[in-house]
């Protein structure tokens, strides 16, 4: 008893420690969303004109990138922590929502479901992929075996913009619950809308390199951060009665290694474990935590190495009595 109570008033200490951070300062608020949006139209421009495919492919690809950024920003904003009663802030997030193909009243809902119940066995294929225990796979049909597997399958993940962004996001909502999504299909129509734009206007290259090598690039990107973020060897699952708050932070949630300048365009997203503790600090903030509350320090941890990358792939089904991911080949 007495050390459980010890653990309880650790999490206490753990959760006030970061409160003070959960603060935006407005002006970098506005100043990363702006600075964000200026750089991500302004990459955009070489699709437009005539110049050295390696150019647009250069521009494209930091456009995805930008793209990432940008949505980790609208992220916050849907959380609450940054740019709240702002009429501006509110037309800038809905519009970007609808172009990124994860209009606001999908994000909210399947996103906020998932903090709440981050690593939960019964209910975290919602706003999450699917997890099952070994038992549970077992007794699936072949056709939901194949359906599990797919949704989990590394080009599923890379290929994000048509099967996560796309079917997932778009037209799942709107088959499933037409009146609640409508901008689902605004999403849609825009989507392709611009992509019929492009065509005419500058032909199959303004296409290639405005949007499909973009989105392509950041919903793979986008699609792979979510998975490895909560599928990483290490990782922990708990059914109702094993779950703790605390506990889905610190060991569902990863703090994933990179380099400053991939912290930046993925908008410190990578310190995955603090803002799932906290969801009201702001992006910016996050390295601020981690360097100034010693505990966090202690995250499990995954990388964009390429062996890394392997590593969280092969992970497909949760065995409890050993409580670990299982590959195809251990189950």
């Known amino acids: 008893m007495a050390a459980t109570n010890q653990n309880i008033s650790a999490e206490k200490v753990l959760i006030r420690s970061i409160r003070p951070f959960g603060k935006e300062r407005r002006g970098d608020s506005w100043f990363h969303t702006i600075t964000t949006l200026g750089l991500l139209c302004l990459s955009f421009l070489p699709a437009a004109f ?7 492919i250069f521009s494209s690809i930091l456009m995805a990138l930008l793209m990432v950024r940008m949505f980790i920003i609208y992220h916050d904003y849907a959380h609450r922590s940054i740019l709240q009663k702002s009429w501006l802030a509110k037309g800038i997030f809905a519009v970007y929502g609808v172009f990124i193909l994860a209009p606001l009243s999908i994000w909210k809902r399947s996103h906020n479901y998932h903090h709440k119940h981050n690593s939960k066995l019964y209910s975290s294929s919602i706003g999450s992929y699917p997890i099952v225990t070994v038992d549970k796979y077992k007794k699936l049909t072949s056709g939901e075996k194949r359906t599990y597997g797919f949704i989990r399958h590394p080009l599923t993940i890379s290929f994000g913009y048509i099967f996560v962004f796309i079917f997932g996001m778009l037209f799942r909502s709107l088959y499933n619950k037409p009146s609640a999504h409508w901008d ?3 999403s849609l129509v825009a989507h392709f809308g611009m992509i019929v734009l492009f065509y005419f206007l500058g032909g199959w290259s303004m296409v290639l390199f405005g949007v499909w090598i973009p989105f392509l690039v950041a919903c793979g990107l986008g ?9 990483f060897p290490g990782v922990y699952y708990a059914d109702k009665e094993g779950w703790t708050f605390i506990t889905a932070a610190m060991e569902s949630s990863s703090f994933m290694k990179m380099s400053k300048l991939m912290h930046w365009f993925t908008g410190n997203i990578g310190y995955h474990h603090i803002h799932h503790l906290n969801e009201a600090v702001p992006f ?7 360097d100034k509350v010693s505990q966090l ?3 499990k941890t995954t990388s964009l190495s390429i062996k890394d990358i392997i590593a969280c792939f092969r992970l497909k089904v949760w065995d409890p009595e050993q409580r670990k991911m299982l590959s195809w080949s251990e189950i």
Not at 284 to 290: D, G, N
């Open 223 to 231: 699609a792979y951060l979510f998975y490895a973020q909560h599928n």
């Open 284 to 290: 910016y903030r996050l390295p601020e935590v981690y």
């Open 184 to 186: 689902s299909a605004i």
């Open 50 to 56: 005539g110049l050295p495919w390696y150019v647009k």
């Open 297 to 299: 320090q202690n995250a």
